[in-house]
């Protein structure tokens, strides 16, 4: 633990009003960078070569994000990640460390040493608990609350992250209904649904004759949020070659349809989203820095569920009361329901939990749903509950040859988005479970077999809650 916490929250009448942050520095006392000094005024800082780091470095031997420090309720904790060389702390190699006063940690040929100071940073928290559409009284979403309702009425760009099923289309959605563009187009593009030779044209439009099949003149989803917002989710399966346009397209506010040579102004707000560790994606090479650096502007992280489990009941009772409003009569939580859905870890987020409850409501006989009512897991989506068929299924796949999905997932009132998110979790869960029983549990080989560092692994199968008997590093 750390010997003081970095962040405190203060109450007023049994209810959080505001959090202090305290203010703490790194020094760089020796490498390329020695005598500079860097406050910490954010509860998550991160450090290393990349342009995108609060603690820049020029030492060659370290990685463009090496390493992050977070402040929290048991003070500041340092995070190694995944750098190539390594973070120490004397001899020591770590993953992560709380930093005392004093601590003195290597990255590359750089020393660094952390000191606390005596002053502190107002965090606000806003008084309400609820942004437009998203729910929440916890410190954690009243903290992101009072940062969107100073950024909504903006034009500022908002980068949204957080695992999967955590809500980031309709924080999205809210800043847009929020802000002075609401009765403007809000156009959504997801970058990992469309093919990549599609793609250009999918976002800037294309002209007539262009390629093989543009047989008129289309307006790309630019045009489309003209005067509006365009919401970019899942930017990091963005592919590599077409950032460098992107980045013209948000600098210079103009861009050019495909075969065109006409300049288009354009006034559009722009919000992305992700869920992957686009840090990691700028150390690999596979995610442009200077199109990070545009696009983060502003970065809202969505905390998973498990995070903020005082949440579940407001969520629930909302869900429910959508359901009653549809089935016309009253529902209610048994105890026994509530207490499951709260000692449940939510592995796909608000997403799992509004599956479970509305399945719940919607089956239930009575107007009390009660732990019987409840199904959870894999089982819980509305829709047939495998959603990969390996043989046997009766709808060809889009190519014509290989797998299936499950028919339901292609019947009436399941988005795309969820379908393919329903397919996607059950590929990982059976990859994974054959990959770890393939190497006897064996997480180093099994990460290796898969092309993945072993945090993100571990990562993936906390996620999926899946465990494998005997496994070890």
């Known amino acids: 633990m750390g010997s003081d916490p970095a962040v405190t929250t203060i109450f007023d009448g049994g209810r959080p009003t505001v959090r202090h942050l305290r203010k703490s520095k790194v020094v760089v006392v020796s490498g390329p960078d020695a005598g500079r000094e860097y406050e ?78 005596q002053d502190v940073v107002e965090i606000a928290l806003s008084q309400r608990d609820r942004f437009d559409s998203v729910i929440g009284s916890s410190v954690k979403m009243r903290e992101i609350f009072a940062t969107l309702e100073k950024v909504a009425p903006s034009d500022l760009t908002v980068m949204l992250t957080g695992e999967t099923g955590t809500g ?83 600098e210079n506010r103009e861009l050019k349809r495909v075969g065109g040579d006409k300049l288009i102004k354009i ?33 809202v992280e969505n905390p998973p ?48 939990l509004r599956n479970v409850v509305e399945r719940a409501a919607s089956l239930c006989d009575q107007p009390t749903i009660t732990r019987a009512d409840m199904v959870f897991g894999r089982d819980s989506f509305p829709v047939a509950p495998s959603a990969l068929t390996a043989r046997g299924a009766s709808t060809p796949s889009a190519g014509g040859g290989g797998g299936a999905v499950n028919p339901a997932l292609l019947g009436p009132g399941v988005t795309f988005k969820d379908a393919k998110q329903q397919v996607l979790d059950e590929f990982e869960r059976l990859y994974l479970g054959e990959l770890l029983n393939r190497n006897k549990g064996n997480i180093t080989r099994s990460a290796h077999e898969a092309g993945l560092t072993r945090y993100h692994l571990r990562e993936l199968l906390k996620r999926h809650n899946l465990a494998v008997k005997g496994m070890h590093e």
């Open 168 to 250: 980031k289309e309709l924080v999205a959605r809210s800043i847009h209904n929020m802000s002075p563009r609401r009765q403007k187009p809000f156009v959504v593009l997801d970058c990992g649904a469309i093919p990549r030779e599609l793609i250009e044209s999918t976002l800037f439009g294309h002209e007539k004759g262009a390629f093989t099949g543009a047989v008129g003149q289309h307006k790309g989803c630019f045009e489309q949020a003209q005067g509006g917002t365009i919401f970019l989710d899942e930017i990091g399966e963005l592919d590599i070659g077409l950032q460098p346009k992107l980045l013209r397209v948000l």
């Open 267 to 299: 006034d559009v707000r722009v919000l992305a989203a992700t869920n992957r560790d686009l840090r990691k994606m700028v150390n690999q090479g596979t995610f442009r820095e200077d199109l990070y650096f545009r696009l983060s502007v502003i970065l």
């Open 305 to 352: 569920v498990r995070e903020r489990k005082e949440d579940i009941p407001q969520l629930v009772h909302h869900f429910l009361a959508e359901v009653a409003k549809r089935r016309g009569m009253a529902l209610n939580i048994a105890v026994d329901a509530m207490s499951s859905l709260m000692g449940h870890d939510w592995p796909g987020n608000v997403r799992e």
């Open 40 to 117: 910490l005024t954010k509860q998550r800082v991160g450090g290393g070569r990349s342009i995108i780091n609060d603690i820049p470095l020029t030492d060659k031997a370290v990685s463009g994000t090496h390493f992050e420090i977070v402040g929290e309720d048991d003070g500041y904790r340092l995070v190694d990640l995944n750098s190539t060389n390594g973070t120490f702390v004397g001899e020591i190699r770590i993953k992560e460390i709380y930093l005392r006063p004093g601590t003195q940690f290597r990255v590359g040929h750089t020393e660094l040493r952390f000191q606390p100071l």
